[in-house]
Structure formats: structure tokens, C-alpha cells
């Protein structure tokens, strides 16, 4: 089951969804000036620049970041001038990425992935016999906003500043599930 999740996923997904600037840095330390000025939640290391860290089996000079930015036009000129990143006509070895929600909800959470089509795999799953006590387990962990399923995603994903009450959101999503099931 684990490897049909992942083969779906990938068949679904592309990284050319996403919004990419390049700009240019001539810094070598530009990812400690990075961790210096922005806030922990607000960039993750992605493709090889993460695995360049701990390993030196692929080798890159270019720089893929995922941003998670408020204001992406204001904040990216301000990130822009503290890095000190050029903008270059063409090339560049520094990809500041917006992760695109294309396919994906809009509503109170960006990059969400759409309720009806996880239903539906969901249902399709279930027929094939995968989650055979999802409805009793959803019900044990999900019967009110204060169920541990409820605090346990609470927990795992902090406070989210487009929804004001997480633990209910959490709550209703579990319980549509259930409704749908």
C-alpha cells in the first residue's frame, strides 16, 4: 500500500508546478546567511541542496529553497537585499521556489490538497481492502476537537495563521471523512 501512496503521489506531482526566481550569489557561506535571516519556519532546503549537507555523492554550486513567505512580492525583496542576490537576464545559482497549489484547495489553507480527491482515493483503497477499521479508528481518535488525533496534528504541525481554531478543523476534516466513508 505504502508503495502505490508513493507512485500516486509522484504520478501527480511535478516540481515544474511551482514558481522558481533565480538570482546570484557569489557568497560561499550563503546558507549560513540564510539561517541568519530568516526564521526557521519560513524556508526548507530542497532537491540536492539538503543532501549536500550530509553527503558528497552529488555535488551541486546551485541553491533550491523552498520559501514559505507571507507576502511573497514584499518579503522577497526584503530577503533579496539582506542576501545580497542579484538579478540576473538569464542563470543564477540561487532558486528561491513558491510552492505552487495548482490542483490544490483554496480556501483557508494554501497548499491543502483537495478533500474530494483524497476521498476518492480513499474509497478506492478501501474496496481494493486497505483500511478495513478506518471508520472505527477515525471515530476513536477523531470523536470530538479534544480527541488525541485531534491534539497529535495539532502538535505535530504548530499553530497554522490561517486557521483560528486548528483543533476544530482538524475535527470537521476527520469527521467528512467519516460521513463520506
Not at 508503495?3 to 504520478?11: A, M, Q, R
Not at 530568516?38 to 558528497?56: C, P, R
Amino acid at each position: 500500500m505504502k508503495e502505490k501512496l508513493i507512485s500516486d503521489w509522484v504520478e501527480s506531482y511535478s516540481f515544474d508546478q511551482n514558481v522558481m526566481d533565480t538570482y546570484y550569489s557569489a557568497n560561499k557561506n550563503i546558507l549560513n546567511k540564510f539561517r541568519k535571516v530568516l526564521k526557521e519556519n519560513q524556508y526548507v532546503l530542497t532537491l540536492h541542496t539538503g543532501a549536500n549537507l550530509i553527503t558528497s555523492f552529488v555535488r551541486t554550486e546551485e541553491i533550491f529553497i523552498y520559501m514559505n513567505l507571507k507576502d511573497w512580492k514584499k518579503d522577497i525583496l526584503d530577503i533579496r537585499q539582506k542576501l545580497d542576490l542579484k538579478e540576473l537576464v538569464r542563470g543564477g545559482n540561487i532558486h528561491l521556489i513558491h510552492p505552487s497549489t495548482t490542483g490544490q484547495r483554496t480556501g483557508r489553507i494554501p497548499n491543502t490538497p483537495n478533500l474530494d480527491i483524497i476521498l476518492e482515493e480513499v474509497v478506492e483503497y478501501k474496496k481494493k481492502g486497505y483500511f478495513i477499521d478506518i471508520s472505527k479508528n477515525i471515530k476513536k481518535y477523531f470523536e470530538r476537537k479534544t480527541s488525541q488525533g485531534c491534539l497529535m496534528i495539532e502538535k505535530e504541525n504548530g499553530p497554522d495563521e490561517y486557521i483560528d481554531d486548528l483543533k476544530q478543523d482538524i475535527f470537521e476534516r476527520f469527521n467528512q471523512l467519516l460521513e463520506f466513508l
